[in-house]
């Protein structure tokens, strides 16, 4: 039985079809999966349902009855609910004021948290609604998130990326829950770029392709790699990892230890681990357990000890980051728009961020703009990097772009050790194979390179050896080959750390 | 329905054209205004656009133009280093005292000294008053992230006090039957700053403020100091990953802005003003920042956006004596002004649209 059919959604944006002439639909109490490539037009696609966005053509309609939500609150009122990626959560309340901040009317505190209480509790998503957010892990907010959802008794339950911040344990528990909500008659809409994970959990899938259904398909008879072809439209080869042949320690971490700038940031705890020339080592952990801190604290925004960081036996813990960069080391943020790139400058511009020193665009600081120019165009050339030129913004890049922008400006400059935070994360297939080959192709040439992750999948493919990064302490790096998912999410939840 | 669409990218055409409305506008409604007021608005439009520059006394009002207009260029530029930053230095009219006193109480202090050296040691030290003056603001924000926006403001009012104190006691003009005011510059030859071509209006302030726009313009698009100014204003977390202190660059840009509104001070004071007074400070501190984003923080817009404000200012003056209009109508003008552009802004970044019709 269909619980909400779309018939060709439409959706233009100047210069560009969002969606163009969607029509599927998602059964009652069935796990749906969207999938797709970043800009594929998943995100105006469920926007379009939950009321955020309106069509410009085509119709909906919900269990028979035709639905045009004009905004959120009417979605909510059909029984359409979300959980987005990115949590709107505040960090200064409890639980429950957070769930009660969204809710229409909401009860008096002590009902809403035996509500709180029964729903998780009922859906095995254990959840305190007396305790403050910024205390809890991401998947505990995650679990809030959902709650909120509900409480609403939603018929369709849309989720964005839900598994990209959890550990494989709380990913089996969140399948868990989502499979119990199905056999009540919940039906959910799946979004997400792992391919294993909808093999396991969704009856069905609808594939978008730059603003088109490409097809239906059932996921437990497709492979992983099949998905990904049908969703890039090409063949895809993985990264070739030619035999590890390692050097000397290159960057050298010595009981590093921090606080956080941030209220509810992770301090470093006796961090301590070497990197050796042509090594890449990976540092697995879920988000916030220190990941943003470790990145600060190597590229040099935030200062240590002189003598917890050394390079090439070269102490640099108080160096800036121009001055490490001189020296070989290059970093790459997670965060593209707005730390490793200026969103309003050009790539070209975007290049005398890390490039002025190292490349030389600049004579006594006076800019070198035809420099900067060929340094773009040359990116953007070997790195395969979609751009009519290097004078556009960076904002107009699509996420994969400028990713391959980002790592290519750093690669392209030597690096002796490269540290890369997420280098993959929100980056379509195609990209990502293109990137982690790239990281694979710089350590072979010797540089040492230090891949910070929450995708363990993207670890086990390119790292020779892994770390994991726990509540600000490290565990002793061990080699890669041997080690199983289960025994690395084992130590990313926080349980004795080896 | 009319609704707004973001651009893709920001628009260049609305980038120059956006001042230009927003001057329409305030003609617009500043008319109404004297409408209100029961004057004619086209003779009152008229008599602030136009008698300046082409009217019959244009001959006298061209070099008053270019008199009021160098301050104001010179603070705004200043300003717009601090702005582009982010950083929001709103007490210049305090600096630009601070410098006036500290430039002023150095010449007098060697008073009647003649050397030539005399005008470019009080130049330099009015400039310390301001860069000092605006390092207050900067150094309570990086040891105590005080906002910086109300301690320059609140500066403004002590420098004025200050001021006051001076001229009522350690400057106040031996001479000068106990009047508040300091001895002149004009009768101390080799402290003056005096109009270097008869009937111009030109002194060494305007040639300074001129090499000074030549100057910023090269520093904000040519050298990678200006690049972090627009790094750090646009994507602060992008600059730290590029290198940029965010504690210098406070520092560099409050004491900047400082410096140049000193300096500015110092010019007036030995050239148009003449004296150390309590009516001395004129609000050019205060007018200088509808300068800066009337010329866009760049220094060319700065240049035109420095002069139309003062062709106001002088239109002032004559509206206010042909039309016995208050001082204050041409106040809410220029206020006007300010709120016009910041109000037509949003066409930068946004289109409108008319109608539901789809878009392309």
Known sequence: MTLIALNNLTKKYPGVIANDDITFEVGKGEIHALLGENGAGKSTLVKMIYGLVQPDYGMMRLEGKGFTPSEPRTARLAGIAMVFQHFSLFEALTVAENIALGMENPPSSSILSDRITKVSYKYGLSLDPKRLVGDLSVGERQRVEIIRCLLQDPKLLIMDEPTSVLTPQEVDALFLTLRRLRDEGTSILYISHKLEEIKVLCERATILRRGKVIGTCIPKNETAKSMAEMMVGSKLKSPKKSKANFGAPILEVNNLSLKSSDPFGTALKNISFNLRAGEVMGVAGVAGNGQDELMLALSGEVLSGLNSIKLENKQIGQSNPIQRRLLGLLTAPEERLGHAAAPEMSLAENTLLSGFQRQKLGRRGFLNKPGAIAFAEKIVQQFDVRTPSVRNGAKSLSGGNLQKFVIGREILQNPKVFIVNQPTWGVDAAAAAFIRQALLELAEGGAGVLVISQDLDELMEISDSFMVLSEGQISTPRPAKGITIEAIGLMMGGTKVA | ?360
């Open chain 2, 1 to 360: 329905m009319i609704r707004l669409e973001p651009r893709p990218d920001p628009s260049n055409i609305m980038i120059g054209l956006t001042p230009i409305f927003a001057v329409i506008a305030t003609m617009i409604f500043g008319g109404m205004l004297f409408v209100f007021l029961g004057k004619n608005p086209v003779d009152a439009i008229r008599m602030i656009f136009w008698d300046p520059v082409f009217g019959e006394h244009a001959f006298y009002y061209r070099g008053q133009i270019l008199v009021k207009a160098a301050p104001l260029i010179m603070i705004a530029l200043g300003l717009s280093f601090g702005f582009r930053a982010g950083i929001w230095n709103i007490g210049a009219e305090g600096q630009f005292i601070m410098g006036a006193v500290i430039g002023g109480a150095t010449g007098l202090a060697l008073y009647p000294l003649d050397s030539f050296l005399v005008f470019p040691l009080m130049i330099v030290m009015g400039s310390i008053g301001g860069l000092l003056w605006a390092l207050i603001p900067a150094y309570l924000k990086i040891k105590f992230n005080a906002n910086e926006i109300l301690v320059s403001l609140m500066l403004v009012y002590v420098a004025f006090n200050f001021l006051i104190g001076m001229v009522t006691g350690p400057l106040r003009n031996p001479d000068g039957f106990n009047f508040p005011e300091s001895r002149s510059f004009q009768d101390f030859p080799s402290a003056h700053n005096p109009e270097l071509w008869a009937g111009t209006g030109i002194h060494w302030g305007v040639l300074t403020t001129l090499g000074m726009v030549i100057f910023a313009y090269i520093a904000i698009t040519r050298h990678i100091f200006g690049f972090n100014v627009r790094l750090a204003g646009q994507a602060p977390r992008a600059a730290k990953f590029a290198g940029v202190d965010p504690n210098k660059m406070i520092a560099i840009c409050l004491g900047i802005s400082g410096a140049l509104a000193g300096m500015a001070g110092l010019f007036e004071l030995t050239g148009p003003a003449g004296k150390l007074t309590t009516t001395f400070p004129v609000g050019y501190g205060f007018t200088a920042i509808i300068v800066a984003f009337l010329g866009r923080l760049h220094p060319i817009g700065i240049l035109f956006a420095g002069l139309l404000l003062a062709i106001t200012y002088v239109g002032g003056d004559i509206i206010q004596s042909q039309l016995s209009l208050p001082k204050a109508s041409i106040q809410v003008f220029q206020g006007m002004l300010l709120f016009f552009l910041l109000a037509v802004d949003i066409l930068v970044n946004f289109k409108i649209r008319i109608g539901k019709g789809i878009s392309k």
